[in-house]
């Protein structure tokens, strides 16, 4: 346990899937939770489940990638649970194909929500931290984000970008008493995006996850509690000497 009790904590994308597990994970240690979804019936649902642990909880829809709309739900948010202590940036979206069929549209489409929404809550979320000298920044970025992948070109050179904002915000929050990490999942089952992600992959004629997980080396894929585990960490006093990371959470399919 890493005790955060007492803390509050804000997840982009907690209606469902990764986002979903970190927010009630971040809730049994302790924290009331903030959820920003674009599905609101889904960031109620997490709510609900959040309340069941004994939390405070709280959901809000929103599209991160529209400043406004972000600016609007992170204020909702921050009003309700008093402050945020903890800003989980999990929102995101995947949309695969070969490159030279990847439109306009969906490129900016990834980016805005990949990269933007990152952005958006960020410059919405730290000024609070910079003027209570604390608190903790963790991204969901991707393995993909280390080594472009085929068919991936939009969601790849997203998360790469992810990374790097998480390096430069580190270093500058770093003198306010600010952490800022980035967590890079594998192959995560059991999510919306993992289930839309198989169908594209089958109609593109791509490997689906029974055959890729012969290339990770624990010979399994992972599970959205795997990346919430290590959110919980990296949001606690456990890692007050990390900042600027990019962690890999891949069952060794990425090393580097």
């Not at 986002?19 to 939770?33: M, N, S």
């Not at 790849?156 to 890079?184: D, Y």
């Amino acid at each position: 346990m890493y005790d955060l009790d007492g803390r509050t904590a804000l997840v982009t994308g907690g209606g469902a899937g990764i986002g979903r597990a970190i927010a009630l994970r971040l809730a049994a240690e302790g924290c009331d939770i903030g959820i920003l979804d674009l599905d609101l019936a889904g960031a109620e649902a997490t709510a609900a489940e959040a309340r069941a642990l004994g939390r405070a909880a709280h959901a809000a829809s929103g599209n991160v990638g529209e400043r406004a709309s972000a600016e609007a739900a992170v204020a909702a948010l921050s009003a309700a649970l008093g402050r945020v202590d903890i800003l989980v940036n999990n929102a995101g979206i995947l949309r695969t194909s070969p490159f030279l069929e990847t439109t306009d549209a969906e490129w900016r489409g990834t980016f805005a929500v990949n990269l933007d929404g990152a952005f958006h809550c960020c410059q919405a979320v730290l000024p609070g931290m910079v003027a209570r000298r604390a608190g903790a920044v963790v991204n969901v970025a991707s393995w993909t984000g280390k080594k472009g992948v085929p068919n991936h070109a939009a969601y790849s050179a997203s998360k790469f970008a992810l990374i790097g904002l998480t390096q430069a915000i580190a270093g500058e929050m770093a003198a306010h008493g600010i952490r800022v990490n980035a967590v890079c999942p594998g192959i995560i089952v059991e999510t919306r995006m993992r289930e839309e992600a198989e169908e594209r992959n089958r109609a593109q004629g791509l490997p689906d996850v029974a055959t890729r997980l012969a290339s990770i080396p624990l010979r399994r894929a992972g599970y959205p509690e795997d990346v919430a585990n290590l959110v919980a960490f990296l949001a606690s006093d456990q890692a007050a000497y990390m900042t600027g990371q990019a962690v890999n959470v891949t069952g060794g399919l990425w090393m580097g």
